[in-house]
């Protein structure tokens, strides 16, 4: 297992110089007093960098599920909202074959835009669709119904397309922890849960049918989900969840060489912990992976002769310079990633939220692969993003 070495650590400090001069304009514009809460930060406007935690999605829908009907017309039963977001992008690879040489590639384009909206149709029962573009492709990406007790049966129901409580994947970058794309998984699924000591803990346990099938099995559902996650007082939430079938997640999926014939469902296991400290800091670390391994040639080549059991891990640290600039650093990787994930991979973005619901973030990430001919990548970010 390769996590971030002094040398690497070293070159991360240097390459967090960047950001940092490129912000010292930003913090003379924002007029907000040096130091920043991080607390504030958060909670001011457009997603930070891009990547939606499934914690931002749960305070999504407490919120909505909080508020009572306010009347009668159609109007005052919905909410709705959306995201654009705009990257520019530059990457540089550099192979460590000596006679292949370099690939740069730049672009600039919408990377995402989401169109949400939320129904409450009567007191405890909510409606919530959510319409996507990314990559060239306009999708259902969440439908679902949601049934919900009252302050004494703490209770939910979600039933419908939606990501499973798998994983917690809370970043402040742009680009997806490693994290996120070995456990991120979106599917129909029916996801109970229960609310503990005045929403101190959230236990959820959830049936899904997966995107790949053992060898001879029926198309049913047979995936299961369970988290427990916890916020014994405010700024720490940590948590854990089990899936039964990792090859089910988004990303991971198409790394699958045979979704019909698996030997068995390879189960997996993450871990989260995010803390806010001294005001100005948060810190996020994650770790996502399978339990047993994967027989030789299930995943990534079929002529692969060795089992895999992939896992993969984030830690950032983010800093609030003021209420509007946020400063984050990141140190992931992952072991048994293949041309997935990188096994090395650490950076720095700079978050500005100049306008309420707009954010500017300007990232650079280094990133070193298993596979020596995938080689090294240098990429730099820059993203717009806005909310509604």
């Not at 039963?77 to 990457?91: S, T």
């Not at 370099?102 to 909206?117: N, R, S, Y």
């Not at 939320?118 to 919530?128: E, N, P, S, T, W």
């Not at 309420?356 to 973030?361: E, G, K, M, R, S």
């Amino acid at each position: 297992m390769e996590v971030c070495n002094m040398k690497e650590i070293k070159k991360m400090i240097l390459s967090l110089m960047f950001p940092v001069l490129i912000s010292l304009p930003l913090f003379a514009l924002a007029q907000e007093p040096i130091i920043g809460d991080i607390a504030d930060y958060t909670a001011s406007g457009a997603s930070t960098g891009g990547v939606r935690s499934l914690d931002q999605r749960a305070a999504h829908l407490e919120t909505l599920t909080g508020s009572a009907v306010e009347g009668d017309n159609w109007y005052d039963r919905v909410r709705i909202g959306g995201l654009v977001e705009v990257e520019a992008g530059y990457e540089k690879r550099k192979f460590n074959d000596p006679a292949a040489e370099d690939e740069t590639t730049g672009d600039v384009d919408v990377a995402a835009v989401e169109l949400d909206m939320d129904v409450r149709i009567v007191d405890h029962v909510d409606g919530h669709v959510l319409i996507k573009y990314e990559e060239g492709d306009v999708f259902l990406d969440e439908g679902f119904i949601t049934l919900t007790g009252g302050d004494d049966l703490p209770a939910y129901l979600i039933a419908g397309r939606q990501y499973i409580p798998f994983g917690n994947f809370d970043s402040h970058f742009v680009t997806d922890p490693t994290t996120l794309m070995l456990g991120e998984t979106n599917e129909g699924a029916v996801v109970a849960g229960y609310r503990l000591g005045d929403d101190m803990a959230d236990l959820a346990l959830g049936a899904f049918k997966g995107k790949v099938r053992k060898s001879g099995d029926d198309d049913t559902i047979d995936g299961y989900v369970a988290s427990l996650t916890a916020t014994p007082f405010e700024g720490l939430v940590f948590g854990a969840s089990y899936t039964s079938s990792l090859a089910a997640a988004d990303a991971f999926a198409d790394e699958v060489t045979d979704t019909e014939n698996m030997a068995s469902h390879v189960a997996g296991f993450s871990a989260h912990v995010s803390l806010e400290f001294l005001d100005s800091f948060k810190f996020m670390g994650e770790y996502v992976g399978a339990l047993e391994r994967f027989r030789a040639g299930e995943i990534y080549d079929p002529a692969d002769d060795k089992p895999r059991k992939p896992k993969a891990w984030n830690a950032e640290l983010a800093f609030a310079v003021t209420d509007a600039v946020e400063i984050t650093a990141r140190c992931g990787g992952s072991e048994d990633g293949a041309d997935l994930l990188p096994e090395s991979q650490y950076g720095a973005v700079i978050n500005w939220r100049f306008f309420d619901n707009t954010n500017l973030a300007l990232e650079y990430l280094y990133g070193k692969f298993e596979n020596d001919d995938h080689g090294k990548t240098h990429t730099v970010t820059a993203q717009l993003a806005v909310e509604f």
